[in-house]
């Protein structure tokens, strides 16, 4: 007779799989609340809300995560870095609609693009602890799928970071400090007064559109489905009476 399963093991799994679900619906939500927060004012009349709700679930995602394999050191090293992670990104969110009410105070400027670097980051560290996981689960396929496409995340998501960290480098330390260096044109600085959010200049709109697409809507993408991907193995192979 095949021997009974562990019930501590199909909570901390059913936990898993409750996590899983929350970071898949997670990621897309929290993406189009904050940028519609911060660029259109989307749901002013619920304040600052919304932002607590989308963010709190990515947080409440991670924490359901870490139930399952408590014993694992490597993988609780960079589950907890994901989850810290995601308490600066539910502290830091409230700050997009700060800026929407008032655009013209740099420090609400700056909380953003703080915020916008820890997101980036906490994607990175999201496909760190999605490779630790598939490399806990019995199925090679999937350790496969997760190897090559989070690394390949991991490239886009440095890259984005680099060429973010070297903008501002540029657009505003350097200038400081070197008052001679030639300032940016006011319609591709982004972080100038006159050029916030929802008033970018045609070549500013496409620079962020182009960085956008290729760099955040493609690993966001590819993060989502091997969440998914990760949650329907163990269904079907622990909640689905895989033979």
């Known amino acids: 007779m095949p021997a009974a399963p562990n019930p501590e093991l199909l909570r901390s799994l059913g936990r898993l799989v409750r996590g899983l679900s929350a970071l898949f619906w997670g ?27 989308v963010t709190g679930l990515l947080l409440f995602g991670l924490f359901q995560l870490g139930a399952f394999q408590r014993q694992e050191r490597p993988w609780r090293t960079v589950l907890e870095r994901a989850q810290l992670l995601a308490l600066v990104n539910c502290g830091l969110s409230p700050f997009l609609f700060w800026f929407h009410q008032l655009p013209e105070k740099p420090f609400y400027s700056i909380m953003v693009w703080v915020l916008g670097f820890s997101a980036l980051l906490f994607l990175f560290t999201l496909n760190h602890v999605l490779l630790r996981l598939g490399a806990m689960l019995p199925d090679e396929a999937l350790r496969t799928e997760m190897k090559h496409y989070t690394a390949l995340n991991r490239n886009l998501l440095i890259a984005l970071i680099t060429i973010l960290g070297t903008y501002v480098i540029v657009a505003r330390v350097l200038v400081q400090i070197f ?58 192979n622990v909640f689905g009476g895989g033979q």
């Not at 904050?34 to 004012?41: K, L, M, Q, R």
């Not at 990760?230 to 079907?236: C, D, M, P």
Request: proline fraction near 8%; hydrophobic fraction near 60%.
């Open 27 to 53: 990621l897309p939500l929290a993406l189009i609340v904050c940028v519609g927060t911060a660029s259109a004012g989307w749901f002013r009349a619920y304040g600052v809300l919304p932002l607590l709700l």
């Open 179 to 236: 008052p001679e260096i030639p300032h940016l044109p006011a319609d591709v600085d982004l972080l100038s007064q006159q050029n916030i959010i929802p008033n970018l200049g045609i070549r500013s709109a496409w620079v962020v559109w182009v960085l956008t697409c290729l760099l955040v809507l493609l690993p966001l993408s590819i993060t989502m489905a091997l969440v998914w991907k990760t949650k329907e193995v163990i269904l079907e």
